[in-house]
C-alpha cells in the first residue's frame, strides 16, 4: 500500500534499510561468482589536529610535527559542567572548550593493495559545520552542514607507490551576518554546534560500476513496500546506478529478499540496459513477516548486486530490510500494521559529557538500552540528522523514529524578510542528505522540515540578536515541505511548533505554520516556561479543534531537574525556569501532571518528553550546571538517572519497578514528610526502620504516597517492596534528620528551594493552605542571573525575600508539648494602611492587626509568641484584615 491521503488519516508502508559504508558479502548462487564486496579502509588513528587556521595545511610538505595526535572521532569541542562535578572525568571549567572556528586535520596513510585498480571514494560520516578536503594536495570539494554523510572521489589523487597526505579544514564558525557559516543550518538553538570529524572517516572502494556513490550520501537503493494486502508484499526497489568508464558492458541487476533463516523469498533478475542510470525491480513477497516495532522487529535482508556478463559481481550491498504499514489518524492517532500503537518516547541529543559529539557506536547503544529500560518505543532525533548507528538500532529493536533536519528558530539575518538563496540551497541539500541516507529504515515515521519557527515577534532569550519585524518562514516552509514530498512521497512530512494558541502579551503575534505539513508537532511547556502543568490538556484539545483534520503529536514537553537541589513541597513557590532553583522534585512533578493530561487524549499520534538526557547548550546558567540543559531523564554523562525517568519505567514499561523518589535528598529540613514510590507492582509495601507503614495497591499513574511519615533523629532507612508474580522487587535508600530538625522547624515561605540561614537549615516552603507565593527578588532570564536583594534588619536576606500572602494557614504537625514560634515578615510593597492582618495560634490571637509598612517598610520585622501543642498540630492562621495578610519565615523550636 503506497497511500498517502491528507485529512483524517494518512497512510503508508515501507521496506528498508540501506547501510552504506555497512556491507556484508554473499555466498555465491552458481553461476554468480561474487566479487562484488567493496574493500574498506577505515581512516581512525595517526591523525594530527590543531585548532587554528593555516596557509598552506593542504600541502603535502606542510609541517604538522607539533600538532596534537588523535584518533577520529573527534571534536576539539567541551562544553557544559555541573556545579558539583560527579567525578575526575567530568567537565569542569577549566577543562571546557567552547571554541568555535577553523581546525586542520591531517593524516599519511598507505593505500591498502585492495584499492588498487578500484574507484576510490573518501566517505565522511560526518564533519562539522563545513569541511574542505585535499588528496596529496589536490583539491576534492567541500560540504556545507555538519550532520550528514558525503562522498568525494579521491580516485586520481589517490597513491600507491608513497604515502598518502590527506587534509580536511573543518570551520565550525558561530553563524553571523557575512560569516563562513552565515547561510549553513542551523543559524541558532538551544544547543551547542561542535566541532570536528566527530564520525568515522573511511576509503572505499568500488568497480568502475557500481551503485551511486555519489547519491547524497546514501546507498543508491531505495526500496518502498508498495503493497501489503491479503495475497502478500509487493516491494518496489529503485537503484542508481553509475559508471566511470566509456565501456560498452552487459549487466544485469539481482534483487533478493532473504529471511531471518537465510532462504531467499523474492527474486528479481533484470538486464541493464545500455547507459542505464536508474533501474527498477519488483519483488513479490506472499506471506510477509512483519516489522512491528518492539513487539516483533522482524527484519528481512535485502541483497542488491550488479552481475556482468561472465557472472562477476562487480557491486553488491545487502542491507537489513523491514515490511510495515504506517498510518496517522487525526482521530485515532497512530496504528502500525492496522493496529493502534501508543507511541511515547523522548527527544535525543548526541552528545555527552566528556565526548562532546565524537561519541561511539558503543556509547550510542548504552543510550539505547537506558531509553528502552524506560519503556521508550519511539525517539525524535533532534534537531539535525542523526547517525548510522541509532538507525540500526532502531530497526533492531522496533523503535520508530522522527528525523528533522536543522531548521531550527532562524534562517534570516537583521531585518531581511526572506531566506536567502544560498541558505534554501543548504536546507534542500541536509534534506536531500537527511532523506537518502534513512529513507530505507524501517524505522524512520517521518521528515521534520523545521523546529519552532513559529515564534514571531515573541522571541526568546537565544533569538535576541535577531532584528527588526518577524521574518515569514511559510516561503521556506512550502518550499522544503514540496522539495520532501517529491524525494520520498511514501512518508509525511512534519514539524515542531512553540507558540500557536498560547496565551501571549497584548502585541504579540505567531504565524501559523502547522497547516504547511502533513503531520502537526507542538512543544508545549505548560509548568515550566509557562501555566500550570494541567493546562497542556485543554491547550492541545484546542489546537485539535483548530485543525480536526490533521494528526497531532507533542514533539516536546518537560522540566529542568538539578540532582543536588531539592524542594519539601512542588507547589511551594515558583519555579526559576531560567535560574538556579529547578528541584528535581519539581521536574517529576511536572512530567506526572503533563503524562496524565497526554495518556487521556489517543488522539495524539506519538509525545516525546523533551529530553532524554541533559545536553550541552550556552545559552544556559540554570539549575546545578552551566551551559547544560538539565531537562534529561538521565544526567549529561548519560550514567546518573533521575527520579522521573523510573516514573515513565514504572508506567510505561513491563519490566517490574519499585523506585522511592527523592534518594538525592538525604540531609533531610523536616521530620514529618511524604514519601513516595514509583511502582507498577499490584502491591507495594514501605518500611521505615524495619517497620510497615502499610501496603498500598491500584496507586494513580503508579505513585504511591504515603503521607506525613515521621523520621527519627539520626539515620532512616526505607525499603519499598512490590509484590510481583514471580518475587518480590526491593528498593532501598536512606535518609538523614539531623538533631537541630528534629528539634526545630523553619520554613522558608513562598519558595520552591530554601535559601541558606545563618541560623539553621531552612525547609522549602510547606505545610500551608492557601495564599499565593511571592518574592522582593528579580528572578533569572536567558543569560541574565537572578538579582538578589539587601533587606535591612537581616543577614538572611534570601529567606526574608520570598514570602506567602493572602489569607491562609500553616498546620505543622508536631509532637504534643510547648513551642516558641518566630516569625518573620517584610513589607515588599504596600503602603501604610494598605496591608493590615493579625496572626492566630490554634484559634487564638496571638498577633493583632499588625501594619508592616508603619512598622518598618521593606525592613525585616520579627514577631514571637509561646504556643501549647495538644492534638499533635499547630495551625498558624494569616488573616487579613485589609489587603493580605503575608509572612516570610517561620520558625518554630521545642
Not at 531 to 552: E, F, K, M, S, T
Not at 625 to 631: E, L, S, Y
Request: charged fraction near 20%; include cysteine; glycine fraction near 10%.
Amino acid at each position: 500500500m503506497r497511500a498517502f491521503s491528507l485529512g483524517k488519516m494518512i497512510a503508508l508502508a515501507l521496506a528498508t534499510t540501506a547501510v552504506p559504508g555497512v556491507l556484508w558479502a554473499q555466498s555465491a548462487n552458481p553461476p554468480v561468482a561474487d566479487t562484488g564486496a567493496r574493500p574498506v579502509m577505515l581512516l581512525a588513528d595517526g591523525w594530527r589536529f590543531d585548532f587554528a587556521d593555516h596557509d598552506g595545511a593542504q600541502s603535502p610538505g606542510f609541517d604538522d610535527s607539533r600538532w596534537a595526535q588523535i584518533a577520529v572521532p573527534h571534536s576539539w569541542n567541551r562544553v557544559g559542567y555541573y556545579l558539583q562535578p560527579a567525578g575526575p572525568a567530568a567537565n569542569r571549567p577549566e577543562t571546557v572548550n567552547k571554541a568555535q572556528g577553523v581546525g586542520w586535520y591531517r593524516l599519511s596513510f598507505s593505500a591498502d593493495a585492495a584499492l588498487r585498480g578500484q574507484q576510490a571514494w573518501l566517505e565522511f560520516d560526518a564533519a562539522s559545520r563545513i569541511a574542505s578536503v585535499w588528496l596529496n594536495g589536490q583539491f576534492l570539494g567541500e560540504h556545507k552542514g555538519g550532520f550528514s554523510r558525503f562522498r568525494l572521489n579521491a580516485s586520481k589523487a589517490l597513491r600507491f607507490d608513497r604515502a598518502n597526505i590527506l587534509a580536511v579544514r573543518v570551520d565550525n564558525s558561530k553563524p553571523a551576518p557575512g560569516s563562513s557559516t552565515a547561510d549553513v543550518l542551523p543559524l541558532t538553538g538551544d544547543f551547542f554546534v561542535s566541532g570536528g570529524l566527530y564520525r568515522p572517516v573511511r576509503l572505499v572502494g568500488t568497480q568502475a560500476v557500481h551503485f551511486d556513490m555519489m547519491d547524497h550520501g546514501g546507498s543508491g537503493i531505495r526500496a518502498t513496500t508498495s503493497a501489503i494486502g491479503a495475497d502478500g508484499a509487493t516491494v518496489d526497489v529503485e537503484a542508481k546506478l553509475r559508471d566511470e568508464s566509456d565501456k560498452a558492458r552487459d549487466l544485469r541487476l539481482e534483487t533478493r529478499l532473504i529471511d531471518a533463516r537465510g532462504q531467499v523469498t523474492a527474486r528479481d533478475e533484470q538486464a541493464i540496459a545500455r547507459a542505464a542510470t536508474q533501474v527498477r525491480a519488483r519483488l513479490t513477497l506472499p506471506t510477509p513477516h512483519l516489522w512491528h516495532g518492539t513487539d516483533a522487529p522482524y527484519l528481512y535482508r535485502l541483497s542488491t548486486r550488479i552481475i556482468d556478463a561472465k557472472g562477476r559481481v562487480l557491486d553488491s550491498i545487502e542491507q537489513p530490510f523491514g515490511v510495515r504499514q504506517m498510518q496517522f489518524d487525526a482521530q485515532r492517532g497512530f496504528l502500525l500494521n492496522g493496529k493502534p500503537y501508543r507511541l511515547h518516547g523522548v527527544g535525543y541529543h548526541q552528545d555527552r559529557e566528556g565526548k562532546g559529539w565524537a561519541v561511539t557506536p558503543q556509547d550510542v547503544a548504552e543510550d539505547v538500552a537506558t531509553m528502552r529500560e524506560m519503556g521508550v518505543n519511539t525517539i525524535r532525533l533532534t534537531h539535525y540528522q542523526h547517525g548510522q548507528a541509532i538507525h540500526d538500532l532502531a530497526d533492531r529493536y522496533g523503535i520508530l523514529l522522527w528525523d528533522e533536519i536543522p531548521l531550527v528558530s532562524a534562517w534570516t539575518w537583521g531585518e531581511a524578510r526572506a531566506a536567502t538563496p544560498a541558505l534554501v540551497d543548504n536546507a534542500r541539500q541536509q534534506m536531500a542528505e537527511l532523506i537518502r541516507q534513512n529513507e530505507n529504515h524501517p524505522s524512520v515515521a517521518s521528515w521534520g522540515i523545521a523546529n519552532e519557527v513559529d515564534f514571531g515577534n515573541s522571541l526568546p532569550g537565544f533569538l535576541s540578536n535577531f532584528k527588526g519585524s518577524p521574518p515569514d518562514p511559510l516561503p521556506l516552509l512550502k518550499t522544503l515541505n514540496a522539495f520532501a514530498k517529491g524525494l520520498d512521497p511514501s512518508r509525511p512530512t512534519a514539524l515542531a511548533t512553540c507558540c500557536e494558541g498560547r496565551l501571549f502579551s497584548a502585541g504579540v503575534e505567531v504565524p501559523i505554520t502547522g497547516p504547511e505539513v502533513d503531520l502537526g508537532g507542538a512543544n508545549r511547556y505548560f509548568g515550566w516556561y509557562y501555566g500550570q502543568p494541567d493546562d497542556v490538556g485543554p491547550a492541545l484539545d484546542a489546537l485539535h479543534a483548530n485543525r480536526p483534520g490533521q494528526p497531532l503529536a507533542v514533539t516536546e514537553y518537560g522540566a529542568g531537574g538539578a540532582t543536588s537541589i531539592h524542594s519539601d513541597n512542588v507547589l511551594g513557590g515558583p519555579v526559576d525556569s531560567r535560574g538556579r532553583a529547578q528541584p528535581e522534585e519539581y521536574e517529576s512533578h511536572v512530567h506526572a501532571r503533563n503524562w496524565a493530561q497526554l495518556a487521556a487524549r489517543p488522539y495524539l499520534w506519538a509525545t516525546w518528553l523533551w529530553v532524554g538526557f541533559d545536553f550541552a547548550s550556552t545559552v544556559r546558567s540554570e539549575g546545578d550546571a552551566q551551559d547544560i540543559n538539565t531537562k534529561g531523564l538521565v544526567s549529561f554523562d548519560h550514567k546518573l538517572r533521575k527520579d522521573a525517568y523510573y516514573f515513565y519505567k514504572a508506567n510505561w514499561s513491563k519490566a517490574p519497578t519499585v523506585h522511592i523518589a527523592g534518594r538525592r535528598y538525604v540531609d533531610r529540613a523536616y521530620r514529618v514528610t511524604d514519601v513516595a514510590v514509583y511502582s507498577n507492582a499490584p502491591s507495594t509495601d514501605l518500611m521505615l526502620n524495619g517497620r510497615s507503614l502499610g501496603a498500598m495497591t491500584d496507586c494513580a499513574q503508579n505513585i504511591c504516597v504515603w503521607r506525613n511519615v515521621a523520621l527519627a533523629t539520626g539515620t532512616n532507612v526505607l525499603v519499598a517492596r512490590g509484590a510481583f508474580a514471580d518475587a518480590p522487587v526491593e528498593d532501598h535508600i536512606a535518609w538523614q534528620l539531623s538533631a537541630d530538625a528534629a528539634r526545630t522547624i523553619r520554613i522558608d515561605s513562598g519558595t520552591l528551594v530554601a535559601g541558606r540561614s545563618t541560623i539553621g537549615v531552612h525547609g522549602s516552603d510547606n505545610f500551608f493552605d492557601g495564599g499565593v507565593a511571592g518574592s522582593i527578588a528579580e528572578p533569572a532570564d536567558f543569560g541574565k542571573p537572578a538579582k538578589p536583594v539587601v533587606i535591612a534588619g537581616t543577614p538572611d536576606s534570601a529567606i526574608v525575600a520570598t514570602y506567602r500572602e493572602g489569607d491562609f494557614h500553616y498546620r505543622v504537625p508536631l509532637d504534643n508539648g510547648r513551642y516558641r514560634v518566630t516569625l518573620t515578615f517584610v513589607e515588599p510593597s504596600a503602603q501604610a494602611g494598605e496591608r493590615r492582618f493579625d496572626v492566630l495560634a490554634n484559634g487564638k490571637s496571638v498577633i493583632d492587626t499588625i501594619d508592616l509598612a508603619k512598622v518598618a517598610a521593606r525592613t525585616a520585622v520579627q514577631r514571637s509568641f509561646a504556643v501549647m501543642v495538644r492534638n499533635g498540630q499547630i495551625d498558624l492562621h494569616f488573616r487579613p484584615r485589609a489587603g493580605k495578610a503575608i509572612v516570610s519565615a517561620i520558625e518554630i523550636a521545642r
